[in-house]
C-alpha cells in the first residue's frame, strides 16, 4: 500500500515567502487594533540640513582612538566651513568697503588684491552646484543602492498594495526623496552675483 504525503514546500518555496504572506493577511488587523503601529512602520522622515550641521556631521565621524583621523577629519572640516562660508562673507564685507568708502588709488589697489585673493579660496558656488546635482540624482542612486537585497520583497509591495494596506508611492524597500529648498536657490544667486561684481 503506497502512502501520500503532501510537500508543504509545493504551496510555500521558503520560509521567508510563508511569513511575509502571514505578514501581509495580519497586518490590516493589527494596524486597526493598534493605529500606532502605522506610524513606526510606515512613516516618512525629513531633515533639513545647512552648513554647519554638514560640517557638524563630516566631525563626528572622526575615530577618537586615531590622532590621524581626528586631525585629518577636522582639518576638512575647518577648510570646508573656511571657504564655503567665512570666506565668501569676507569677501562681501571687501567689496562693501570698496563701494561705499571713497578711497585712494593705493587703497583701491590693495582692496582688489583682498578681493582677488579671496575669490580664490572661495567655493560656495561649487559647493551649492554639487549639493544641487546630489540633491537630483539621490532619488536614482537610493533605488540602485539595495536593489538586490530588495528583489525578494517586490512581489509582496505589489501583494500589499492591492490589498490597500499601502500607497503605490509606498512600495518600494528603500528610496530617498531629496528635495532642494528656497534657501539653496537663493545662496547659488548671491555666489553668482558676488563672483560677477568681482568681474
Given amino acids: 500500500m503506497k502512502t501520500y504525503h503532501r510537500n508543504c514546500c509545493v504551496c510555500f518555496p521558503n520560509m521567508f515567502t510563508f511569513l511575509s504572506l502571514l505578514r501581509l493577511l495580519l497586518s490590516p488587523i493589527l494596524f486597526y487594533l493598534f493605529p500606532h503601529l502605522r506610524f513606526l512602520v510606515f512613516s516618512t522622515w525629513s531633515c533639513r540640513y545647512s552648513i554647519f550641521s554638514v560640517a557638524k556631521l563630516i566631525a563626528s565621524q572622526a575615530d577618537p582612538s586615531s590622532f590621524g583621523n ?3 577629519l577636522h ?4 577648510l570646508f566651513v573656511l571657504c564655503s562660508f567665512i570666506v565668501p562673507v569676507l569677501q562681501i564685507l571687501c567689496l562693501s568697503v570698496m563701494w561705499s568708502r571713497p578711497l ?4 583701491q589697489k590693495k582692496h582688489v588684491i583682498r578681493v582677488e585673493i579671496l575669490a580664490a579660496w572661495q567655493y ?7 549639493i544641487v546635482i546630489a540633491t ?4 536614482t542612486v537610493s533605488g540602485f543602492m539595495v536593489e538586490k537585497e530588495c528583489a525578494g520583497l517586490v512581489d509582496i509591495f505589489q501583494t500589499m498594495v492591492t490589498a490597500g494596506v499601502i500607497k503605490e508611492r509606498d512600495a518600494t524597500c528603500f528610496y530617498v526623496n531629496a528635495g532642494i529648498q528656497s534657501g539653496c536657490w537663493w545662496l547659488l544667486s548671491a555666489a553668482v552675483m558676488l563672483n560677477a561684481s568681482i568681474l
Fill in 124 to 130: 560656495l558656488e561649487v559647493y551649492l552646484i554639487a
Fill in 136 to 139: 537630483l540624482q539621490i532619488g
Fill in 104 to 107: 585712494t588709488l593705493r587703497s
Fill in 70 to 72: 581626528l586631525v585629518g
Fill in 75 to 78: 582639518f576638512t572640516v575647518f
